[in-house]
């Protein structure tokens, strides 16, 4: 499996951005896909996920109600989309696949694959 994260930039803070994720490869139904971002200094951390067969989202709490990941199968993507972003979200962010994903899949190590990142920089 193989993925890459793409869309991100630089943005005002308030502004949106929507970032995507191509899977390619044979992803299983029981699989999802997480958001993680590291900004510098810090740990990378969970944002989101969805299942890649349910229509099951989880979020962080810091981005419940701003952010919405979303899957289309038909073109293999996951999409982040970023609403009312703050400088906080400024980060890497990278998509994982994880081969025996549920609700609990929160930590990087429980993701099988990952993308290469790509920069969110809101500027306040």
């Known amino acids: 499996v193989q993925l890459q994260a793409s869309g991100g930039g630089l943005v005002q803070a308030g502004g949106s951005l929507r970032l995507s994720c191509a899977v390619s490869g044979q992803i299983l139904n029981y699989s999802g896909i997480g958001w993680f971002r590291q900004a510098p200094g810090l740990a990378r951390e969970f944002v989101a996920s969805i299942g890649w067969s349910g229509d099951s989202t989880y979020y962080s709490d810091s981005v419940n109600g701003r952010f919405t990941v979303s899957r289309d199968k038909a073109k293999a993507t996951v999409y982040l989309q970023m609403n009312s972003l703050k400088s906080e979200d400024t980060a890497v962010y990278y998509c994982?696949?994880?081969?025996?994903?549920?609700?609990?899949?929160?930590?990087?190590?429980?993701?099988?694959?990952w993308g290469q990142g790509t920069l969110v920089t809101v500027s306040s």
């Open positions: 994982a696949a994880d081969r025996t994903w549920t609700w609990l899949s929160r930590r990087p190590g429980q993701y099988d694959y």
